[in-house]
């Protein structure tokens, strides 16, 4: 069965600072993609970035990016340069078979 | 813009009610979703469409059942509402393959079930 593991309940990060949030997945499929999905406060979730697993290059949109270390499926998420409006849930999922698999969710704060 | 919208943002009801909550999309994608949202559990699939009038099962779709007449609507169905269906419920649809592409969210409904 595929799963997808985010161990960090809690964030939290410095305006201007740089926060990776982690996850792990396991599956045995050899075609996949993961995605981090990110859920402001009362606001609809959005697509932060998306990896294709066949990939080696990682992914990168502006400030986030990726690391992504597939032996040891991990799929980390790096923001840099964070600012207040980058405080929101972050969910970490994967896509396989017929379905997108979610983590928990890592909430992350930003302080001025 | 892809825009999918949910029929109320938040909804009170009482125990052993029928509780419909409508989902629309504007962008003609085939694959629609019903997910439920817990703290510390994540989003959990509880039923999908990928074409008009077909649905399949996800992981919890116990207590619920769903109906998509229409390529633009989905709707989700609780047939008896109990208290642990108190829940947020997220919309959202896709082009494509399941797996591969983004998911286009909607603002979701905060369901309380008294």
């Known amino acids: 069965a595929q799963t997808v593991t985010q161990s960090q309940p809690e964030m939290s990060v410095q305006e201007a600072e740089t926060v990776t949030l982690s996850c792990t997945y396991d599956t045995s499929e050899s075609d996949y993609y993961l995605f981090w999905y990110k859920q402001p406060p009362s606001r609809q979730m959005i697509l932060v970035i998306r990896q294709e697993a066949y990939k080696q290059q990682n992914a990168t949109e502006n400030r986030f990016s990726v690391n992504f270390q597939k032996a040891a499926k991990s799929f980390s998420l790096k923001i840099s340069d964070s600012q207040l409006g980058d405080a929101a849930m972050y969910f970490c999922?994967?896509?396989?078979?017929?379905?997108?698999?979610f983590g928990t969710g890592t909430r992350l704060q930003v302080f001025p | 813009d892809v825009k999918v919208t949910q029929s109320s943002r938040y909804l009170v009801k009482r125990t052993g009610e029928k509780v419909f909550l409508e989902c629309v999309q504007d962008?003609?994608?085939?694959?629609m979703f019903w997910y439920r949202q817990d703290p510390g559990l994540g989003l959990r699939l509880i039923y999908f469409?990928?074409?008009?009038?077909?649905?399949e099962k996800g992981d919890i779709p116990e207590g619920y059942s769903v109906s998509r007449e229409k390529k633009e609507r989905f709707s989700l169905i609780l047939e008896s509402a109990s208290t642990n269906q108190t829940s947020m419920y997220l919309c959202?649809?896709?082009?494509?393959?399941?797996?591969?592409?983004?998911?286009?969210f909607g603002p979701g409904t905060r369901l309380t079930v008294t």
């Open positions: 469409s990928y074409d008009v009038k077909m649905k």
């Open positions: 959202a649809s896709s082009e494509g393959t399941v797996f591969s592409y983004e998911q286009y």
């Open positions: 999922a994967g896509g396989w078979a017929d379905k997108l698999i």
């Open positions: 962008m003609d994608h085939e694959n």
